[in-house]
């Protein structure tokens, strides 16, 4: 079992930037594909951004390509996503998840997860 949590959320203006993080209370943190997903209200959850292993491969949802990065540190047991010029629909509680089934490739589906944090709210105004 991993335990995972997350920080860095907060209320921002449309246009700026926030940098969530996902601290790991696991030694064995370089054996998880990680991801994080988003949920706003009144939708579900969706896949935004998953990074492999090695940190080889990323991918994200469309809406988020050019603006968001994904990145992670073996050392410090975290997973990053930068998040730059974002829009109000951008706000949603955004979750961080852990995946140790296929780790070498990016996860796209909440499936394929087994370990999740509690979430961070990220809201921005227009």
Request: aromatic share 12%; charged share 15%; with cysteine.
């Amino acid at each position: 079992q991993v335990q995972l949590v997350e920080s860095g959320g907060g209320l921002v203006q449309a246009g700026g930037s926030l940098r969530l993080s996902c601290a790991a209370s696991t030694g064995t943190f370089s054996s998880y594909a990680m991801g994080w997903f988003r949920q706003a209200p009144g939708k579900e959850r969706e896949f935004v951004a998953g990074i492999s292993v090695s940190g080889g491969y990323t991918d994200y949802t469309d809406s988020v390509k050019g603006r968001f990065t994904i990145s992670r540190d073996n050392a410090k047991n975290t997973v990053y996503l930068q998040m730059n010029s974002l829009k109000p629909e951008d706000t949603a509680v955004y979750s961080c998840a852990a995946g140790g089934a296929n780790p070498w490739f990016v996860l796209r589906r909440q499936q394929q997860y087994d370990n999740w944090g509690q979430g961070t709210q990220v809201t921005v105004s227009s």
